[in-house]
Every structure is written in C-alpha cells, then in structure tokens.
C-alpha cells in the first residue's frame, strides 16, 4: 500500500525556518508531482507549494521568496524548506502525490498532516 508520512512540523518563532519532509513508501512506479497544503479551522484548504517530475515549481503568492518546496527521487520525498516564518503561516500541512503505484493507475494519495506553529 502507498502511504505519505510527514515530518518536521513543531513550534518557532517569527522570523524562524523549519523544514518539512514527505516521504512516499510502499509499491510505487512513477511520481508526477507531489505538493504542500495547508489548513486551519479559520480559512479554506490553501495549496502552498507543488512540484512536478520535471522539477517545475510553483508557490502560492503569500509564501514567495521565503518556501523552498524540492525533492529526493532516491528516496521519494519532498521537502518544504520554511524560512522568515510568520504567524499566519500557522496551519497542519498535508502532503500530497500525484503517482502510480505498480501494477495500480494514476491516482492521488494525501498524509496525515504534520502541525507548524508560529507564534512569539
């Protein structure tokens, strides 16, 4: 079975940098994009941060300049590289795959979120 599991979440100051992972585990064949969403009980899912297989990036406009999202074929995972944090970057980020596992079709998988807070 395909599963993602996030890490790296926690609590930092304003102005602080964390690093999120994803890692894709079980009986994959190809991965064609993999993503970060965030939420929280306040607003709509947001999407923050997609890239494709051929490395294509794309950022939501309020996480410009300051997100880094990248990967590690080797190992199936995405990063989200925070830094200049702010307090409304508060939110359980989700990870996201778009891929195919093997001998199975295309489809969507999500994690089971990881928590940032931000907060002085």
């Known amino acids: 079975q395909v599963q993602l599991v996030e890490s790296g979440g926690g609590l930092v100051q304003p102005g602080g940098s964390l690093r999120l992972s994803c890692a894709a585990s079980g009986s994959i064949s190809s991965i064609y994009a993999m993503a970060w969403y965030r939420h929280t009980p306040e607003k709509p899912r947001e999407l923050v941060a997609t890239?494709?297989?051929?490395?294509?990036?794309n950022y939501a406009d309020s996480v410009k300049g300051r997100f880094t999202i990248s990967r590690d074929n080797a190992k199936n995972t995405v990063y989200l590289q925070m830094t200049n944090l702010k307090p409304e970057d508060t939110a359980v980020y989700y990870c996201y795959a778009d891929l195919k596992s093997i001998g199975g079709v295309r489809n969507n998988y999500w994690g089971l979120g990881t928590q940032v807070t931000v907060s002085a």
């Open positions: 890239i494709t297989s051929s490395t294509s990036t």
